[in-house]
T-cell receptor, first 113, second 117 residues
Framework: AQSVTQPDIHITVSEGASLELRCNYS??????LFWYVQSPGQGLQLLLK??????LVQGIKGFEAEFKRSQSSFNLRKPSVHWSDAAEYIC???????????FGAGTRLFVKA | GAVVSQHPSRVICKSGTSVKIECRSL??????MFWYRQFPKQSLMLMAT?????????EQGVEKDKFLINHASLTLSTLTVTSAHPEDSSFYIC?????????????FGPGTRLTVT
């Protein structure tokens, strides 16, 4: 069965520091992988997605993620965090049909000055 | 990009009453929409998949008669919480899917905070 694990419930980084949010998945075939960002009381905004091809994916707002099949991971990175990046980040894995996207529990990012 | 709206953004209702939440795709047609429920510090929980013109497919454990879903057009799906109870208080998010089998994307509405008193 599909599953997504985000090991870190929350992370605090200093503004300007680099960021890496972890995501591990379990899926029997090649997964479709997504990262979303959610501000408090808001819906989810797609940051980036991976379907196939280059395993390093570029997204919006300066984020990137790398698919590592051997580690079943799809970690999200940003070289320099801005205070406006403080939010909930949610990793998700989908199947070919797209009808059973499974979401992780999210990692709350705090940014300190 | 594709925009999904939800209305209302917040609603407070009394126990025993019903409340309807609308989900609209504003600039695209969505043959498939999804309804999720989100609990604090937990993953989004898929409640049902809604296909235009047909009955919704509910996930195991979700009461069909309590959470009525109607997808009457390619741009509108509604979720009606009937005979609401305090335990139905939650954040409800809808999503619309673009794309056929294969490459696809989901666009999410801003959510509806339901409080049942």
């Amino acid at each position: 069965a599909q599953s997504v694990t985000q090991p870190d419930i929350h992370i605090t980084v200093s503004e300007g520091a680099s960021l890496e949010l972890r995501c591990n998945y379990s899926y029997g075939a090649t997964p479709y992988l997504f990262w979303y960002v959610q501000s408090p009381g808001q819906g989810l905004q797609l940051l980036l997605k991976y379907f196939s091809g280059d395993t390093l994916v570029q997204g919006i707002k300066g984020f990137e993620a790398e698919f590592k099949r051997s580690q079943s991971s799809f970690n999200l990175r940003k070289p320099s965090v801005h205070w406006s990046d403080a939010a909930e980040y949610i990793c998700a894995v989908g199947n070919t049909g797209g009808f059973k996207t499974i979401f992780g529990a999210g990692t709350r990012l705090f940014v300190k000055a | 990009g594709a925009v999904v709206s939800q209305h209302p953004s917040r609603v407070i209702c009394k126990s025993g009453t019903s409340v309807k939440i609308e989900c609209r795709s504003l600039d695209f047609q969505a043959t498939t929409m999804f309804w999720y429920r989100q609990f604090p510090k937990q993953s989004l929980m898929l409640m049902a998949t809604s296909n235009e013109g047909s009955k919704a497919t509910y996930e195991q454990g979700v009461e069909k008669d309590k959470f009525l879903i109607n997808h009457a057009s390619l741009t509108l799906s509604t979720l009606t919480v009937t005979s609401a109870h305090p335990e139905d208080s939650s954040f409800y998010i809808c999503s619309a899917r673009i794309g056929l089998a294969g490459v696809y994307e989901q666009y999410f509405g801003p959510g509806t905070r339901l409080t049942v008193t």
